[in-house]
């Protein structure tokens, strides 16, 4: 497979991204985030969905030269409209403008409206747990898990996200969907043309499924079974009923150009890890000296950063035929 720098690739992503009808500023910050997704080895938030955001760009379901609008509805709170375009852009500028809030109060939040898929969740709150604050996200995205006992779709696979900063080290990242997997995996064991492990999915009958086609037609089992899926309503309510966004149920595909944009909603909120005493950092890293002093035992996030790493020395192997269709968009 051919191997591009992270600069190239994201030059690529965005010259893509420019050509379908984005803004150069939201094709810059969507192509940050596509890369940056594919050096921590999340591939189903990497480069293979820019096939997808391209068709979407050109039939208007994503509006490429939106700019998010920033409003304070009160002095602890960020509303963000993103106005129908990519998230990244309106993430970006939540992580800009909540630092100086949730110092300033202890506690800050920001939520995104008319939104689109967020990618790789840690990200976001990574940037956060970087400037020294503990960080939560929560997402929702079209309708993809049945309520336990049910058949229909009516939550997404709604991703949560958590960063705790380290002293003098990279912070500790939690990122996960409430489906036993990401739906992006799925889709991305499609373009390889291979098949999934059978209990990631079930097809439009409720059946278990190792074809990704029929599994993106069908459902995602949750994770953690009903759990799993009490979480997901939790985070419907945050995500989109408290932010406005759209419900699962509401929200048109992420995956293709059919229908009206999904307007789907985050969540971030942000707390000054120096809010409740000075010690605190300390504290956190005793925690985590503590897992790490375990054979075998490593923080999350531990294998992203390995990854990170490796692509920032060696770039990123894009397959042929994915690097081909991207050239072409």
């Known amino acids: 497979m051919p191997i591009l720098t992270l600069a190239a690739a994201h030059d690529l992503a965005a010259a893509a991204l420019i050509s379908c009808g984005a803004s150069p500023n939201a094709a810059a910050s969507t192509a940050r985030a596509l890369v940056g997704a594919e050096a921590d080895g999340l591939k189903g938030h990497g480069l293979s969905r820019l096939p997808a955001y391209a068709a979407q760009l050109r039939r208007g379901k994503v509006v490429g ?17 993103a106005a129908h375009g990519f998230a990244y852009p309106a993430l970006d500028a939540a992580v800009a403008q909540l630092p100086a809030v949730a110092r300033a109060q202890g506690l800050a939040a920001a939520g995104i409206r008319r939104s689109h898929h967020c990618g790789a969740a840690g990200r976001p709150v990574e940037a956060l747990a970087a400037q020294g604050l503990v960080a939560l996200l929560f997402a929702n995205t079209p309708a993809a898990m049945a309520p336990w006992g049910g058949a229909k779709a009516v939550f997404g696979t709604n991703p949560i996200a958590f960063a705790c900063p380290l002293p003098g080290r990279a912070p500790i990242v939690v990122d996960l969907s409430l489906s036993k997997v990401a739906r992006g ?19 439009a009958e409720g059946r278990p499924t190792t074809d990704p086609a029929a ?8 994770l953690g079974d009903a759990k799993g899926t009490a979480l997901a309503l939790m985070v419907e309510l945050l995500a989109a009923g408290l932010t406005g966004g759209r419900y699962a149920a509401e929200a048109s595909s992420f995956l293709d150009a059919e229908g009206e944009p999904p307007g789907t909603g985050q969540l971030l909120i942000a ?13 956190f890293a005793a925690l985590a000296a503590s897992i790490e002093a375990q054979e075998g035992a490593r923080l999350p996030g531990a294998r992203r950063l390995a990854l990170r790493a490796r692509a920032e020395a060696e770039g990123v192997s894009i397959p042929d035929a994915l690097l081909a269709e991207i050239r072409s968009l």
Do not use: H, K, Y
Not at 65 to 81: E, W
Not at 215 to 222: C, E, H, K, S, W
Not at 271 to 283: E, K, P
């Open 65 to 81: 030269d939106a700019v998010p609008v920033v409003t304070r509805p009160r002095p602890g709170l960020l509303a963000i409209d």
């Open 185 to 203: 995996n799925i889709m991305a064991a499609r373009q390889r043309g291979e098949a999934i492990p059978e209990g990631w999915a079930l097809d």
């Open 215 to 222: 599994a993106l037609a069908g459902t995602m089992v949750p």
């Open 271 to 283: 707390i000054d890890a120096t809010a409740f005493g000075d010690g605190t950092l300390a504290r």
